[in-house]
T-cell receptor
């Protein structure tokens, strides 16, 4: 799986949009970009994933650059409960066996301030 | 939907004893389950992958005889830490892949905090 690079930490004001960047310059054509987050002392939570088109769901939006070498996760109106470590992971989708495994990097600690 | 539970949520045990952690998919059939370990201020590290009815595949450096994994049904996987020592104290997290979905998102349990005295 391609490696990703994320800033170690970011701050965001409550109610403002949080934009979390991720670089994945070695991504392959069949690799998807997945985002998970982990609130302190809890298990990770799936947020969103995409291949090349921008994606949006009830939690966030995912913007992937045209060359697919980077992406941005957008939380449109951050709340205090969004404070967590956000992980950007690239991996092949729709594959079998142990290829389903996720490799977590260090992620970005997003702190939403009141 | 797609809820994964773990039991217990925390456990304290004496050095040398064995501890079993359960991971259950509550509303879907999990063809593949994963066990992770997370030390304080570190990221999740995959320990092993298990498919229902077959032996688990362990990551390099993880002792299969120390961390016994059983995935006997499509909704239950167990991790047994045998002869636990203080260095095994960690946050253990399982995840499960919904075999009924085409995509690869995994659903994680809430984690089990193990403290070995």
């Amino acid at each position: 799986d391609a490696k990703t690079t994320q800033p170690p930490s970011m701050d965001c004001a409550e109610g403002r949009a949080a934009n979390l960047p991720c670089n994945h310059s070695t991504i392959s054509g069949n690799e998807y970009v997945y985002w998970y987050r982990q609130i302190h002392s809890q298990g990770p939570q799936y947020i969103i994933h995409g291949l090349k088109n921008n994606e949006t769901n009830e939690m966030a939006s995912l913007i992937i650059t045209e060359d697919r070498k980077s992406s941005t996760l957008i939380l449109p109106h951050a709340t205090l409960r969004d404070t967590a470590v956000y992980y950007c992971i690239v991996r092949v989708a729709h594959s079998g066996g142990s290829n389903y495994k996720l490799t977590f990097g260090k992620g970005t600690l997003l702190t939403v301030n009141p | 939907g797609a809820v994964v539970s773990q039991h217990p949520s925390w456990v304290i045990c004496k050095s040398g004893t064995s501890v079993k952690i359960e991971c259950r998919s509550l509303d879907f059939q999990a063809t593949t389950m994963f066990w992770y370990r997370q030390f304080p201020k570190q990221s999740l590290m995959l320990m092993a992958t298990s498919n229902e009815g077959s032996k688990a595949t362990y990551e390099q450096g993880v002792e299969k005889d120390k961390f016994l994994i059983n995935h006997a049904s499509l909704t239950l996987s167990t991790l047994t830490v045998t002869s636990a020592h203080p260095e095994d104290s960690s946050f253990y997290i399982c995840s499960a892949r919904d075999g009924g979905r085409a995509s690869n998102e995994q659903f994680f349990g809430p984690g089990t905090r193990l403290t070995v005295l």
